[in-house]
């Protein structure tokens, strides 16, 4: 056990680490589910990947609520934990009864009850504390080597593992995010908002990586796989009721590099939600509601990410090896003059304006003014990380880059894929009324250096909007962040593996 999960385990896990010293079996693998408001049908999504995997796999299920939900929530709840404990071949009650590890041969269940009143989570925190405690419990079994495997898996009750999940090969990083594809539930009107919604996540990440940030990675809590060792160093998932995997993800990567693996996708079942204030979910309950009431989806403008990518620019050209820090003046300057050169004045002008309310150029400076030579263009980008990024993209949004109809967004972006849009639709096309399946219904699962031209050959049969989602998918970046490879997370990592310093 390295020195950085020793003291996380000793400092800032959640006591619910302290089961994993009741573990009598040793297992390949674990995956961290939290469980609100579900069913115990989720587990027949893991069933198959659990097959595969080499050895016995152990789900941590963290079933949760709070005070404040509803009763008929609280019942859910009730009815889960009741499922999950009964549908063993054994059971086992661990720490007085605040988790029971059930028997199913395979794919074993450590079910833990943070819903039962006494139990139940603060009420202005979420399902980033139930990721949270879950994780610890791994890494309090990985410690006691109880878990083969050098890999926190993370997921949620809407997905369908690829069957190679647990045995996928991948680079050494700190997180690896899956590749994901919302799976299509039949119901048109729910499909078309969920296929709208996974288009402008894809289409917020293309943007991104055309802007040459370091952040151009899915925040997707279902998607994610995690290096104990980054997890540890970071203190863990936070404890938010919603965009834990941001905030996590944004921490990872200055630890290590953000991976996307090749190779067949997450599905995840297209619903609406109400669990977390914000995400997939709600998200897809807002879109439904706008598109029936005669509205348009929106999203950013592509100018948004031509003005991200000149100060990005910018900062990249002032901060070289053997000069000085620059001045906030210079890395203003520098921005505007690449912004007029991408949009013109009224471009640079609306960047000054950004620039200016956020103190940006200001604040970078004084972070570099301490960073030798040698480590600026780091602390450049640990400075101006994903949170920043997105405060930057709606202050450029709210002075003058405002949001445009999706269709006219991804015409115009110079980083969506080519010659997808513009046959797809035109300046006075509605959004087609139903939604066909990528190539029969799955998305292609591309090895290294593969094109994908069956995909693109077959897609032209498809209906517009999942054309557009399979060329974006197949585009998206593989890799980012500025960390410096200090993680083990390759593939398959087990025990024993050196970690890198």
């Not at 054994?90 to 006494?118: K, N, T, W």
């Not at 040459?212 to 809590?221: E, K, L």
């Not at 995997?245 to 990872?252: A, E, H, I, Q, S």
């Amino acid at each position: 056990m390295t020195k950085p999960i020793r003291k996380y385990l000793a400092s800032y896990a959640e006591q619910e680490a302290a089961f994993a010293s009741e573990l009598r079996s040793r297992y390949y693998a674990a995956v961290v589910v939290p469980l609100h408001d579900e069913s115990s049908e989720f587990l027949a999504g893991y069933r198959e990947a659990a097959r595969r995997a080499p050895g016995p796999i152990l789900v941590i299920a963290v079933v949760n609520g709070r005070d404040s939900d509803s009763q008929e929530t609280h019942a859910r709840n009730r009815t889960l934990l009741d499922e999950l404990c009964s549908a063993g071949r054994e059971q086992r009650s661990l720490c007085d009864g605040g988790g029971v590890l059930v028997g199913h041969g395979s794919l074993d269940v450590l079910c833990v009850d943070r819903a039962s009143a006494g139990r139940r989570l603060p009420e202005q925190q979420g399902v980033g504390l139930a990721r949270k405690l879950g994780c610890d419990l791994w890494l309090g079994a990985w410690s006691l080597e109880a878990i083969e495997q050098s890999r926190i898996y993370c997921c949620d009750a809407d997905v369908v593992l690829p069957e190679d999940y647990f045995v996928r090969d991948s680079e050494p990083s700190a997180a690896l995010c899956f590749p994901f594809w919302h799976r299509a539930s039949g119901h048109p009107e729910l499909d078309r908002a969920v296929a709208l919604y996974e288009t402008s996540l894809r289409y917020y990440v293309l943007g991104l990586a055309f802007a040459r940030s370091p952040y151009a990675f899915h925040s997707v809590g279902s998607s994610l796989v995690l290096d104990p060792e980054a997890y540890a160093r970071v203190r863990g998932f936070p404890r938010k009721q919603a965009g834990e995997d941001f905030y996590l993800l944004n921490k990872l990567a200055k630890q290590g590099t953000v991976v996307r693996p090749f190779g067949a996708p997450l599905e995840i079942r297209s619903r609406t939600s109400g669990r977390v204030p914000f995400g997939t979910g709600a998200a897809t309950a807002r879109i439904q509601a706008q598109l029936r009431d005669g509205g348009v989806y929106e999203v950013y403008s592509p100018e948004v990410f031509e003005l991200l990518g000149a100060w990005i620019e910018a900062v990249d050209a002032c901060v070289q090896p053997g000069q000085s820090p620059p001045s906030a003046t210079r890395l203003r300057e520098t921005a505007c003059s690449r912004a007029a050169e991408r949009l013109g004045e009224s471009g640079s002008a609306v960047l000054r304006d950004t620039l200016d309310a956020l103190k940006l150029a200001e604040g970078l400076a004084s972070a570099l003014a301490s960073a030798g030579p040698a480590q600026a263009w780091r602390r450049a980008h640990e400075w101006f990380d994903g949170f920043r990024t997105l405060k930057s993209i709606h202050a450029l949004r709210d002075r003058g880059c405002t949001n445009l109809t999706w269709m006219h967004a991804y015409r115009s972006a110079r980083f969506m894929p080519k010659g997808i849009v513009p046959e797809c639709f035109d300046a006075t096309s509605v959004e087609p009324p139903h939604l066909a399946p990528l190539c029969g219904g799955e998305p292609q699962a591309l090895e290294p250096g593969a094109v994908c031209a069956e995909s693109a050959e077959r897609s032209r049969e498809k209906e517009p909007l999942a054309r557009l989602r399979a060329a974006m998918y197949e585009a998206e970046p593989r890799r980012a962040g500025i960390g410096r490879g200090s993680s083990t997370l390759g593939g398959p990592a087990r025990r024993g593996r050196k970690l890198e310093g």
